[in-house]
């Protein structure tokens, strides 16, 4: 490194596949990279926040074609669109990487002759699995039935001369990194999918494609292009100047790569540090993944609608609430980093999000502020009063907040974070109805000095707590932040603010608050039908490929009738036939659904899926069968083993993650919760329910 040049704290998100438009999910990780950024500058470190675009896939070069325009226009009208979401969202990276770019080839082409140069790369005949939609190979063992187990899509034999990467050489440098860097790879639970993954054994990997006219060319040998993702993995060393700009290690290595789980174990925790090792450069120091939302429809089924498009549903907000349409992306920004459970799959619902909206920022957030400033208008002249004392129990639960909130932002849980300042507020929302101000400022009004003290201490020690909160959330809603703060007298940017100002006592006796104004009106109307979910979503028949990009989806149990969609991932445009209502049936209908009493003779996790699990149930003398079901989340194999079930006994077997299901478990949905229906007593297994 270049002698007085800093290590900047350097952020990345995956970059995006451009066959499709942006979605919350792909805001989640924008936006959550944004948090993180602008919370390492509330500390005073320099941060740099990287995003970008994935544009050299054959995929995204088909979907052109399927659309009629030439590919490079159809990455560019795309790479705009995700650049304007995220401007629109208040996602402010330092930089926008696309893979299309002069810069990001020339790194790519240097860093395989470097690796060509070093006996990493050679040339073979490849033959094997490989998935078009994952664009991904898979070996032997991970393909069952011409099904690729880990994402449950189809996959085809091929033959081929391609170039090899040696990634069979790197697996006990891997697992000997991992072990002395026990914060490599996070969350835990997802490193130890990494190791189990590199002990199976690591096999040399095909790097190249046979240039068909899209794609970065191998040097020296143009009748090949790189492999789709491992140019893509390169953009983070591209645009540190590598190799060339001596300031480059001022990035390099990368602080935190951030991502969905969909991509974390093969190719960000194994290839891309394996490809590092190669050339003898740093890797990353942390490599975090989270989990995917899950969706329902408006009634909790099935939806054709996609994820909202993030900006569609900005507008909702704004619409419904009557929010400025910059605070509405704001609340956005906290309501997916508050739903989402980082690290396990969470399920998003619109009417939850807006829903919290009412509780945490309208209710919660809005009530402390207003309330407060409405009663120093009147009580005090909307001067911030001077008092002989500071109240000691919200003094400790504010500075237990600081902690506890960084805590939070160091493991990357945004959502505790978030909560953990909302103990703040909660606490000075009843902290408020305890001093009844109301009732000290009644009898200060008759010279009481005792109770014009107590006065003082009840309105400074609101307004200081709603200013402490505003500056925790700076990183989350910055437009929000500063309106919080202007309201208190507080003219200052969000990007100025440092962590000092978390302290108690920042509020100025004597200093005047501004006339109070709703940040977060109210939403009166919290319904979201199919039609509304249909107009936000994301899908866009006229420029998205309904294939589905090459991170996956992933199966789902029939029985909780919602489908997983990974972050990143496109969205197919809407069945419009699918939104018919349900119609009245006939009894000969009813009856021709065979429902039984099984019981669960076995019960276990289905490996790689956090929401189902393998269940052997008994459903009649000679009928023993496997059914998958989406419960993993409600009920313990243990508990299950034994238990009395009705299942839909003649339902067509579907193959899920690989496995074959036999039928279908029967549930109450319970605020989106699964509860097994069973006989009140025990009856002989087989029997029928009419």
Not at 171 to 189: C, K, S
């Amino acid at each position: 490194m270049t002698v007085g040049t800093e290590k900047k704290y350097y952020i990345t998100t995956p970059i995006y596949y451009v066959n499709g438009l942006p979605h919350v999910g792909s805001a989640l990780t924008t936006i959550s990279c944004d948090v993180l950024a602008r919370y390492q500058r509330l500390l005073g470190n320099d941060a740099y926040f990287l995003t970008g675009t994935d544009e050299n896939a054959p995929k995204v070069q088909e979907a052109a074609a399927k659309a009629g325009v030439p590919v490079l226009d159809f990455v560019n009208r795309l790479a705009e669109a995700f650049e304007d979401c995220w401007k629109k969202l208040h996602i402010e990276p330092n930089d926008f990487i696309r893979t299309t770019e002069p810069r990001h080839l020339k790194v790519v082409q240097e860093f395989v002759t470097r690796l060509k140069d070093a006996g990493y790369v050679y040339l073979d005949t490849y033959e094997g699995w490989y998935s078009v939609s994952d664009e991904t190979f898979f070996r032997d063992s991970e393909v069952k039935e011409g099904i690729a187990i880990e994402t449950g899509k189809p996959v085809v034999r091929v033959q081929e001369e391609n170039y090899f990467f040696k990634l069979s050489a790197f697996g006990d440098r891997l697992l000997e990194h991992i072990e002395a860097n026990p914060e490599f790879l996070q969350p835990e639970f997802r490193k130890n999918e990494v190791i189990g993954f590199i002990r199976e054994g690591l096999r040399d990997m095909s790097i190249t494609r046979a240039n068909k006219g899209w794609g970065i060319p191998v040097p020296g040998d143009g009748s090949k292009v790189i492999y789709v993702w491992f140019d893509a993995l390169i953009n983070y060393l591209a645009v540190t100047g590598w190799p060339d700009d001596p300031n480059w290690e001022s990035r390099w290595p990368a602080d935190l790569h951030f991502m969905g789980k969909e991509i974390f174990v093969r190719f960000h925790a194994t290839l891309w540090p394996a490809m590092l090792m190669a050339l003898n450069l740093p890797l990353p120091k942390q490599v975090y993944a989270h989990g995917w939302w899950t969706v329902q429809g408006a009634k909790g089924g099935k939806t054709g609608a996609s994820l909202p498009h993030p900006t569609r549903l900005t507008q909702l907000i704004s619409d419904r609430s009557g929010a400025d349409f910059d605070l509405a992306a704001d609340a956005q920004r906290y309501l997916l980093c508050r739903e989402m459970n980082f690290g396990l799959d969470t399920e998003y619902s619109v009417e939850n999000c807006l829903r919290r909206y009412n509780t945490d920022l309208a209710n919660d957030l809005g009530n402390l502020l207003n309330r407060t400033i409405n009663m120093l208008a009147k009580f005090c002249d909307g001067v911030v009063p001077k008092a002989d004392r500071h109240d000691t129990e919200i003094v400790a639960l504010a500075e237990q907040v600081r902690t506890e909130f960084q805590k939070s932002m160091k493991e990357f849980r945004l959502n505790t974070a978030l909560e953990t300042a909302w103990k703040l507020v909660g606490r000075m929302n009843k902290y408020i109805d305890e001093r009844a101000p109301w009732a000290q400022a009644k009898v200060a009004a008759s010279g009481d000095a005792t109770a014009a003290n107590e006065l003082a201490v009840t309105l400074y020690t609101s307004l200081e707590s709603a200013r402490v909160v505003g500056v925790l959330v700076s990183p989350f809603m910055p437009v929000a932040s500063e309106a919080v703060l202007k309201q208190l007298g507080i003219s200052t940017s969000s990007q100025t603010l440092r962590w000092k100002d978390t302290e108690w006592g920042g509020l100025m006796p004597g200093s005047r608050t501004a006339d109070p104004m709703p940040i977060f009106p109210r939403i009166q109307e919290l319904s979201v039908d199919d039609d509304v979910l249909f107009a936000l979503g994301s899908a866009n028949p006229e420029h998205v490929s309904t294939e589905d990009q090459k991170e996956g989806t992933s199966p789902v149990s029939d029985m909780t009738n919602s489908s997983t969609l990974p972050i990143g991932s496109p969205i197919p445009p809407p069945d419009l036939e699918a939104k018919e209502e349900i119609g009245l049936i006939g009894i000969e209908d009813f009856m021709k659904v065979h429902l039984q009493v099984a019981e669960i003779l076995a019960a276990e996790p289905v490996p790689n899926a956090t929401k189902l699990l393998r269940l052997i149930v008994q459903a009649g003398e000679d009928d023993t069968r496997t059914i998958l079901a989406g419960i993993a989340e409600y009920y313990t194999p243990e508990e299950l083993v034994g238990r009395q079930v009705v299942v839909v006994a003649n339902l067509q077997p579907r193959k899920m993650r690989g496995i074959e299901s036999q039928g279908m478990l029967l549930a109450a949905d319970l605020d989106g919760r699964a509860i097994l229906l069973k006989p009140d007593q025990v009856v002989p297994v087989g029997s029928r329910v009419r």
